[in-house]
């Protein structure tokens, strides 16, 4: 576990929880935070021992109130560019092959609210807010919010977010699809931790096969996104866990994944 930085790692039986922690500022992403939050992701995905990442804010006013609107002033827009090519937190764990959860625990906004929509899910509390206020400093969402959220939420939903600006409740949230599950604040971790925990039983291979192919369902033509699915199905069906999970079912014990 690393205390006491602006975003700490701990790794909590198979599960790594990766907090944002920078609550005075409602855990806006600064520079610093950025760089530490890579870091976090880049462990988390490099340990073998982890199998599933839960992402979350420290305190209880914010999982993310986007990028840090300080860093705005005097930005010239070739360093904005660089910041913005990344590499980028909304990469980083759409990418990671482990299954990353958003556990949303207050304000969930702008880049916020984009990190939330790059994780594979997500799980509220009844005090989350979301939002996309870019609008309102005369900017667009520049994570990703734009592309992620209609494919999310449908077009229209997404536009009366990012047209308007205005902030949504967790209930809200739950009926646009936004977020999966919504529970009381006191129950978010335990929830989101039980979730990743469930997956991590699962095998590696499988859960990183299922979800490249099924993200890429949001990108690709059906035919050539069936076609990746035959291909990793095939990466899955000549794994040892493929071998060991119809044995154990066979045997009606548990099976033991080893991500080979
Ligand atoms: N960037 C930089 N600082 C931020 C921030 C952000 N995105 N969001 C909050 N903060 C800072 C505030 O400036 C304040 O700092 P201070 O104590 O030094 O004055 C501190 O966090 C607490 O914020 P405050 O507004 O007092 O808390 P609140 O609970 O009343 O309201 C928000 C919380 C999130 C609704 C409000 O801070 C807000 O609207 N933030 C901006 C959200 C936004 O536009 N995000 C998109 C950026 S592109």
């Not at 880049?111 to 005369?138: I, K, Y």
Request: contains cysteine; glycine residues 10%; hydrophobic residues 50%.
């Amino acid at each position: 576990m690393t205390d006491g930085g602006v975003v700490t790692l701990e790794v909590r039986g198979r599960t790594a929880l990766v907090t944002i922690n920078r609550p005075e500022k409602r855990n806006a992403l600064d520079a610093q935070v950025r760089g530490a939050f890579l870091e976090a992701i880049a462990s988390a995905r490099a340990n073998d021992v982890v199998r599933a990442i839960v992402v979350t804010g420290a305190g209880d006013k914010a999982f993310v109130a986007g990028a840090d609107i300080g860093e705005f002033e005097g930005r010239t827009t070739v360093e904005q560019w660089r910041v913005m090519k990344g590499p980028t937190l909304f990469d980083a764990v759409e990418r990671c092959p482990k299954a990353v959860i958003a556990a949303v625990n207050g304000y969930c906004l702008g880049g916020g609210m984009e990190l939330a929509l790059a994780c594979d899910f997500r799980v509220a509390s009844t005090t989350a807010r979301f939002g996309q206020p870019e609008v309102n400093l005369g900017i667009i969402p520049g994570g990703g919010g734009t592309q992620r959220l209609p494919r999310i939420v449908g077009l229209g939903a997404a536009l009366k977010l990012v047209l308007t600006g205005d902030m949504i409740d967790a209930a809200e949230a739950l009926r646009l699809g936004l977020v999966e599950e919504v529970v009381e604040p006191g129950a978010l971790l335990d929830r989101a931790l039980a979730l990743a925990e469930m997956i991590a039983t699962r095998s590696p291979v499988a859960v990183a096969a299922a979800k490249e192919a099924t993200r890429a369902a949001l990108s690709l033509p059906l035919d050539d996104g069936l076609k990746l699915e035959t291909a990793l199905f095939q990466v899955c069906f000549a794994s040892a866990d493929r071998a060991e999970g119809v044995r154990a079912f066979l045997e009606k014990r548990s099976a033991h994944f080893t991500g080979t």
